[in-house]
Structures are given as C-alpha cells and as structure tokens.
C-alpha cells in the first residue's frame, strides 16, 4: 500500500466530511474535531505497525577534509552500536569492499592490496560465497577481513527480529562450512536501509553495524566514473576515521586503487581493517 496510503485516506476523508456539513449549512466542529482525532490516531498506529521510520544512508560532504554531517542519522544510530567513522584524532581509514557478486575486477583488486600491502574489510552475501568460494578463500588467506553482508540482501528494516536473525546465522553458516572459521562480527546493512529497531536486532546478535563517510558513484557497472575522477572524488573527501566503501565489481576503483593509496600515504593517513573500532 506505501506508507502513505493512511494519510491519503485521512485527508480525502477529512475533505468529504467538511464538504458534507458546508453544503448542509450545518458544520458541526465538536464531531468534525472528533472524526479527526479518531482519524489522526489511526494513522499513528498504522505507522507504528508498518514500521514507517524506515531510512537510506547518508551524509552530507564538506570541503575541509573534516568528519561528513549525518545530520539526524546521529541520534538515530546512537546506542545502535553503529559506527559511520573512526578514530576522528588520528590519521587512519578504513577500506571497505560490498562484495555481492563478481565481475572478474575482485581478482585485480585483491593484487593492488597485495602489493601495497593492505589490508581491506569485505562484506560478501550468500550468494558471494556460494558462487565465488575460490575468491572468499583467496581474501581470507590475504589476511583481509571478512564481514557480514547478510545471506539475501534484503533491507533489515523489512525484516522482522526472527528473520534478520535467520539471515545473518545464514550466512555466518554458510561462511564456516566453506572456510571453517567465524566470520567477523561486522555487518553492514543492505542498500544502507535500517531504522533503530533493526540496529539493534543486528547489535543483539554480536554484531557491530558498519554505514561509511565517504563513498562514491561505483555500483553500476555500466556507468563508471573514469578513473581520473574516481581518485578524485576519493581524496577530495578523505578525513581522518573515514570509512571508505567501495564495491568490488568497480574497474574504475580497482585502476584507482594504486594511486589512492599511495598519495593518502603521502598524505599522513594509514590504512587498518574494521577490529581496530
């Protein structure tokens, strides 16, 4: 129905009612108010029920190399055990990969860390590890840290407590039968959705939810930025604690990688995994 199907109602019935007693003469305010209240509280339960509050990451970027607003994602996130950056005192980031699926660009990706010698957090889904088992061992024997994506990538805030929990068992299920390790207590919510309730189902569960401050353009396989911008876009906007996402199917972020990482070294900044929040 969309989650303003109940104020639609609301209004349009409010309208045909106050149109009804004005072409009586007889406009009673005492049951007008009265249809209206009842009419209002409807509406609150229905939003509270259907889980209205629902919200897509994101933050506000600035010029000074600063931390981003999140604006009031701050105090919605708070006691969530969610984190958007690091250590705002020191000079470190934080490279995060959303590994869904595989294009053949992870293998090139996985070279530039190995040869640069850093480390990088991988969220990967079910489907990542069902289809692409042989790169989830190459990424766990470089050393990177393998994080929860979910199993399905479905939105968290759609999710009820027993299905959230469902998934994320899922996938650390299907992680430990491939690997026979633990995946690590990271996740990060699919497409960024989440509302406070499903944080804290995920916080229950062990788990630390990751959102990022600085990301760019990079999903769509089909409209890549050069790589010129890219590295751009990327060292324009870092600050210290910054947590970077980037998603592994992007050939433009793994031909910028190189010169990424070195000019933020250049820069003062040092690259550690998500363990040291």
Not at 41 to 49: A, E, K, P
Not at 66 to 95: H, M, Q, R
Not at 196 to 225: C, P, R
Request: proline share 2%; net charge positive.
């Amino acid at each position: 129905m969309g989650k303003f199907f109940p104020l639609k109602i609301m209004f349009k019935y409010i309208k045909l009612t106050y149109n009804k007693y004005e072409q009586k003469g007889v406009l009673n305010i005492k049951k007008f108010i009265k249809i209206l209240t009842i009419l209002c509280l409807f509406t609150i339960s229905y939003c509270s029920i259907t889980k209205v509050h629902a919200y897509g990451w994101g933050f506000t970027r600035n010029s000074d190399h600063s931390t981003p607003s999140i604006g009031s994602y701050e105090s919605i996130i708070e006691g969530t055990n969610s984190y958007f950056v690091g250590d705002t005192s020191k000079k470190v980031l934080y490279l995060t990969f959303d590994a869904g699926y595989d294009n053949g660009v992870l293998e090139e990706i996985i070279q530039v860390l190995d040869e640069k010698n850093i480390k990088a957090s991988f969220f990967i889904t079910g489907d990542f590890i069902n289809r692409f088992s042989d790169l989830v061992i190459k990424l766990e024997k470089s050393g990177h840290l393998l994080c929860n994506h979910s199993y399905s990538h479905k939105s968290i805030n759609k999710m009820t407590k027993d299905e959230i929990k469902e998934d994320i068992e899922k996938l650390e299920k299907t992680y430990y039968d491939l690997t026979k390790k633990e995946i690590a207590k990271y996740f990060r919510p699919p497409k960024g959705d989440f509302d406070k309730e499903s944080l804290m189902n995920v916080s229950n569960l062990g788990y630390k939810s990751i959102f990022w401050s600085m990301a760019h353009f990079d999903w769509d396989t089909n409209k890549q930025l050069s790589v010129e911008k890219t590295e751009k876009i990327v060292l324009d906007n870092l600050h210290n604690g910054a947590i970077i996402l980037m998603h592994s199917v992007s050939i433009s972020n793994a031909r910028s990688l190189p010169n990424i990482i070195d000019k933020a070294t250049e820069q003062g900044y040092r690259f550690d995994l998500l363990t040291s929040l």
